[in-house]
């Protein structure tokens, strides 16, 4: 069952990544330093939004296994109790050895509506569609890190990357996680049917938030 899921969880990330115009863009041929300035600036906002994501996530499920699997993964975001090494103070340190400020950059709009929709629709969901949404976040972060630091690596060979690094180990991790844990919740809830449908929202969230993205470093040059 867990192979199955995760097959199938990974078709609709490879579909995902097929038809989101921004893996057409993101090409090292075709990003420049401005162009990724831009997006590394911009992606700090959506680095900065995720332990909140997980928490209210964390809330919502009504079975331990799958509360306590969500908590273990904010305890690793927010650094495990320490501060500077949550996530977010770990890509903050690549864009500092990178030469990229953020203190002036104001967040998009795309962003905050990105978090928006996830928010509401994790504040209005069944627990199901909860899980869900979260797994969609997880399945898609190794594909598209791995993606996105085979363009900037070489463009700032001198950055501490161990954002980028750290979240391909871990990432491998989640996803075994909480593919087991739809697995449990499913056979002790049922609601399958409404994990695909969490599922398939958070790609929708998502994809707007790539195409907006992509049109934002790109300076609207771009169109699929």
């Not at 680095?47 to 499920?61: H, N």
């Not at 978090?115 to 797994?135: H, M, N």
């Not at 989640?174 to 499913?186: A, D, G, M």
Request: proline share 4%.
């Amino acid at each position: 069952m867990v192979r199955e899921i995760g097959a199938t969880f990974n078709g609709f990330v490879g579909e995902f990544m097929e038809r989101t115009p921004f893996f057409e863009v993101w090409k090292p041929e075709l990003v420049d330093p401005k162009m990724a300035g831009k997006f590394l600036a911009t992606f700090d906002s959506l680095v900065k939004s995720f332990p909140g994501l997980l928490a209210a996530g964390a809330a919502r499920m009504e079975d331990e296994g799958s509360r306590a699997t969500l908590a273990v993964n904010l305890y690793q975001e927010c650094g495990e109790g320490d501060a500077t090494r949550s996530h977010h103070a770990i890509y903050r340190k690549f864009l500092a050895t990178a030469g990229i400020q953020v203190s002036a950059t104001e967040e998009q709009a795309f962003t905050a509506e990105w978090r928006e929709k996830l928010t509401e629709y994790i504040q209005i969901s069944v627990p199901q569609a909860v899980l869900g949404v979260l797994a969609a976040g997880e399945f898609l972060a190794q594909p598209v890190l791995t993606r996105i630091f085979s363009v900037i690596q070489p463009l700032y060979p001198k950055a501490d990357t161990e954002y980028f690094t750290y979240h391909l180990e871990l990432e491998e991790n989640h996803v075994r996680e909480i593919t087991e844990t739809i697995v449990k919740s499913e056979r002790k809830n049922g609601g399958f049917e409404e994990i695909v449908a969490g599922f398939k929202f958070g790609l929708s969230v998502w994809e707007d938030y790539f195409k907006s993205l992509t049109d934002f470093i790109a300076e609207k040059q771009y169109s699929r």
